[in-house]
């Protein structure tokens, strides 16, 4: 089993829940709920799996709070 880390924001005029995988092209989905997500992003995932294990372009690292003014 492989685990990935999903960025995930909602869409301010949808309501959707919007998530991706930082650097695995194609790794991105929407759900109405969290679970729908986590469900879309599985899926989305293992089928581009299906082509073999991907060549990541960048690896998730954290967030970071930043203050200006």
Do not use: W
């Amino acid at each position: 089993m492989k685990t990935f880390t999903a960025v995930v924001s909602k869409c301010p005029d949808t309501g959707y829940y919007v998530g991706y995988v930082p650097g695995f092209p194609g790794a991105h989905s929407q759900g109405v709920t969290l679970d729908e997500l986590n469900r879309n992003l599985q899926e989305v995932i293992g089928m581009l799996l299906e082509d073999g294990a991907p060549k990541m372009e960048a690896e998730f690292v954290g967030t970071q709070t930043v203050c200006v003014g």
